[in-house]
């Protein structure tokens, strides 16, 4: 039986016996790889909490009348949808599962620099989920996630204070994970393990650190402020206090726009790992990858306004928020042309890790080339607040975070379990999330052209066709979520052993046992060269090795 | 099955250029967007490693050239239709001097707009065709935005402020009319539909009486009443001035400017010094602050003794205030002055809005509660004066010329001595003398005010000597009595 | 792969603490590495703070441009004596505690406890004399005259001045009315003020107490966060837990301290001396 081949001393076995005791080696545990097994056990629920809410949603817009649940039970549900997933699932998801788990793997270090600050961000996040799902069993909220001023403040009857206290608890936890990740990165490398011997998940993940420490207090006080004012009514954004309200935007979306890049960013990083792995040869331009993390980490501070032209911003801040807007396309791209470069003379196999990744360039493309839309004010104006935007940014989050994860958990997850699931499925499952996608969120940028306010439950006959459709897609995007659930899981019961190096990828997690050791190393490795350095006949001979029945 | 539309319907000046910088920015798309993933596919397939036959030797891993190629000309693209748009935006943020003014206001959840006449509707706009047409915007509690697919354009409206949006509506039909920023419950509904007319159709639209809710929820016409001596001018402004009058706004604010807070005459428009050194452009947002928030930016020159109209006026009366007193100023005036239309026949066609700024102050004086039975002025004079006693029906009346002479205003605010308790009472005086407030002071006091002026009060109250009748007059003192002694 | 290793000790449980003392965690290579791995997470640590600041100097400035005037005069109602006093106060414990960083430098033990001890002595000051100022807004309010009350909220009428946002809120308007004459109508007025003219809770004013109160009591928790890590800092000393060789809290807690002192040192200029 396959259980027998796996290495005995790992980090997921025990050696204290009973049944509290293996309970209590979880709930207390400093290792990161278990910390990340937490996250991943406990994010996952989220998004499928998230995944039910958007389900409602959508079966809603099947018919334009609203006719299925009442205005404040969609409000509710759009709310719910929105608020999870943004704080419970995206902002945490790459950084705290992935991220967890490999960055000390990555660099040769036995753990994170501060392994009990890394289990108190697990508990401020359960923490944090608790009193969101709180707000939503005790009635729900309906202010959208953006908690826009004055209605959340002032106007709103709904359980805005849990939830805000949710998000608030929730920044906690990020910054811990940053804290951790910037100072492990810089203080924690092993030896040899030069900056420009990083692989790119750590450069992504040292930028998107960079981020959630530098934005994600702002938007915790900010959501504080709303607390006080909405609990005692004095505050600063409530025009009948003689406040502003847009100064909250400002302020919201100070922080919310860069985690749009706090939740973009990780997800470059698995891609360039798995372009290089599956096309076997290094991956092209290193530098320029590694240094449009961080120009996009820095730009994506100076474009929250962009959120905010129609807002009654002035004319020139508009013009100026557009103009840096459209300066952080040029990294984007770069990103892009430089994994299709990489695929150039590669050996290229469509594994399942690899066929997200294709995945993750194609809608991300879509994506980022209709974020320029909205990045050019005249069109934005049209477009903003529609479906449109709903559109765009779900071909970022979803198309790209999303399927950046979905890739990466394939990826390593014989590395996490020690166990290789199922590559038929895996190639289904992924086609199916790609189909699904497009259909789901394609006709939403017809839609959004058209003129369809998004958070809308009631809209007019004339977009119905596109609703139906979209909903159609949705179903099957659901399917594609669902697939990789269980094949995953029983890939622990009946997978097969996978190796330390099943991909034969370079990386020093690649250099330890599946699942690796409690503390990740045998021997300290020390690092002689570069990242991604597959010989440069590597491809040629993965090519030649290539017999019918290998797989494609 | 009904037809779906995949392209909107292009019904502003303002349409037509957005799509084409949207149609190339697709087609600048297709060629990233689309020739990549064809790119991606054929790499895909021929370096399949199953592929034996391509070579894969001198592989290269960076190629700055390269690199600076794909970065540069994206750049250069980029910056092009970013050029594009911000001319054109800056042209969308930039109203024509002479547009229709509608003023409209979001609530949850509906909108109300008050054309220039004084026609209101409910979730509905109707404008004329071919028409420069600008909305002035206000939100009586939470955020909304006004959106308009078809003509391509939307705003937020937010609570306690002003914002502005303009459009030329160049196709006649009914388009969708939307609340764009999330609301609240009712968030999806809050909308309706905008109207374009022919010019005749919306002058003729413009004088059909009807019914509408009003924001602040009661029933209303919705066409003002029309008043004799009032068929000249900008109506919207006519009943702003009334409402100026009966406030009791110029018994501060004079066209002179001999008053005690400033003239309004040609103050819309201009920068106006502030106590603080800087100035403020009058705009219609700095209009509503002063009217609601007096004291947040008082003029240079005046004493911070305006009392405060918020919670008093609703958000439409202060819209026609500041329509009152932007007809006051010659750059108002024009804006609200329509273009020469040659369908613009109509009985209350708009004219020209310059008589509302010499029609208006004059309403102060005038008597507004003028149905005093002949009986009252009898029992105002047989009234016992010195015992203390009052006429509750003179009081009565007397409260209402109070009311509507605006005297509350600084009689309840501090600015004036607070009447209550003053009948019979001693009084200091400026001058350091002291004064027993009997009929006769009263008397004195309303028709030549700066004759004694109480301790501690600046001379400020303007004489109604020749403004009120005796029949008021007597009124007033009933009135003044029936608040104790 | 082209990676050497070299033989490390293969558990920690194995590797006991036979070459290093007990504080060098097992998964640090050496203890210069875990102490520069602390500062470093605490200076990380530090900026999250100054952005967490950041937000309320942010509505700040936005509101000082645009009510200049108010801002001015609102700076005259606070008690900027006891400010500057709180501000000398802060600045001498910020030596206290670098004295006392430098003293568990060179193992001096005693004087480590004492600067410590002087330290906590005048964080304590400096909460006393800060809990005195709001004591004194709170006290002009009717109706909440506690901060208690004020949270739990009950029924007010409004008095002549009252500076903590709520609903009684009451600013009082007087240009250097200082010698007024008593009595409600007299007062003001004489000076060209009208004294019914207090503007309350929609005033630009109750802004300004509004990020005085949450920018000063955020101030205030970190100020009770920094007393208990001293505490903390000093039991563990007494303990004789530090050594030349380890000290490393106390240098990070003193970091700590450091930027408490800073973000007063910028709250002191913006609130107190904005006339």
Known sequence: MATTALPQSTYLHDDTPGLWAWIKSWLFTVDHKRIAILYLLSINFFFLLGGLAATVVRIELVTPQGDLMSSDVYNRAFTLHGVIMVFFFLIPVIPSVLGNFLVPLMIGARDLAFPRINLLSWYLYMFGGIFALSAAVLGGVDTGWTFYTPFSSTYSNSNVILTIAGAFIMGFSSIATGLNFIVTIHKMRAPGMTWFRLPLFIWSHYATSLIIVLATPVVGITLLLVAIERIWGVGIFDPALGGDPVLFQHLFWFYSHPAVYIMILPGFGVISELIATFSRKRIFGYEFIAFSSMAIAILGFLVWGHHMFVSSQSVYASLIFSFITMLVAIPSAIKVFNWTATLYKGSISYRTPMLYALGFIGLFVIGGLTGIFLGVVAVDIHVTDTYFVVAHFHYVMVGGTIMAYLGGLHYWWPKMTGRMYNEVWGGISALIVFVGFNMTFFPQFVLGYLGMPRRYHVYPEEFQILHVLSTAGASILAIGFIIPIIYLMGSLIAGKPAGDNPWDATGLEWQTSSPPPTHNFHETPIVTTEAYAYPPEAAELDARSWRPGSPL | MRDFPLFPEQASTFAGQVDLLYWVLIGLSLIFGGVLPFIILYLMVRYHRSNQRVDRTNQVHSNLPLELTWSIIPLFLVMGVFFWGAFLFVQMRTPPARALEVYVIGKQWMWHAQHPNGKRENNELHVPIGRQVKLIMTSQDVIHSFYIPAFRVKQDVLPGRYTTMWFEATREGEYHLFCAEYCGTEHARMGGRVVVMSAAAYEQWLVTPGEVILPDGSAGSALPVPQPGQDQGDPMALVGGQLFANLGCASCHRDDGAGAGPSLVNLYGNQERLVDGSSVLVDENYLAESILNPQARVVDGYQPIMPSYDGQLSADQVNQLIAYIKSLSDAGAQAATPEPSPQASGPTAEGTAAPAATAAPTATTAPTASSTPAAALATATAAPAASGGFDAALAAQGDQVFANLGCASCHNSGVGPALQGLYNSERPLADGSTITADEAYLIESILNSQARVAEGYQPIMPPYQGQISDDQLAQLVEYIKSLGN | ?275
């Not at chain 3, 006891?82 to 003293?103: C, D, K, R």
């Not at chain 3, 240009?175 to 630009?204: D, F, I, R, W």
């Open chain 3, 1 to 275: 792969m082209a990676t050497t290793t070299r033989p490390a000790v293969p558990t920690a449980q194995a590797h006991g603490h036979a070459h290093h003392g007990p504080e060098l965690r097992h998964h640090f290579e050496t203890a210069r590495q875990q102490k520069e791995a602390a500062t470093l997470g605490m200076w990380a640590f530090l900026v999250t703070e100054v952005m967490l600041f950041g937000g309320i100097f942010m509505a700040y400035i936005l509101y000082r441009w645009a009510f200049p005037d108010v801002w001015a005069e609102s700076a005259h109602h606070l008690n900027t004596p006891l400010g500057t006093v709180n501000t000398v106060v802060l600045l001498v414990s910020s030596l206290t505690v670098a004295l006392a960083v430098h003293a568990a430098e060179s193992g001096n033990r005693r004087t480590l406890l004492t600067m410590l001890g002087i330290t906590l002595l005048l964080g304590f000051a400096f909460l006393g004399i800060k809990a005195y100022e709001y004591s004194e807004k709170f006290s002009h309010c009717n109706g909440y005259s506690t901060p208690l009350n004020w949270v739990t909220g009950t029924d007010q009428h409004a008095v002549d001045e009252c500076l903590v946002p709520g609903r009684a809120f009451i600013f009082p308007v007087e240009h250097g009315a200082e010698g007024a004459p008593a009595g409600a109508a007299a007062e003001g007025v004489a000076h060209g003020e009208a004294a019914a003219v207090q503007p309350g809770l929609k005033s630009p004013y109750q802004l300004f107490y509004f990020l005085y109160f949450v920018a000063t009591g955020l101030h205030a928790v970190h100020m009770i966060i920094g007393i208990t890590i001293v505490s903390i800092l000093a039991f563990l000393s007494w303990r004789g837990l530090f050594t030349p060789s380890y000290f490393t809290p106390v240098e990070i807690g003193g970091l700590y301290w450091h930027l408490i002192d800073i973000v007063w040192v910028f709250l002191f200029p913006l609130f107190y001396l904005v006339h």
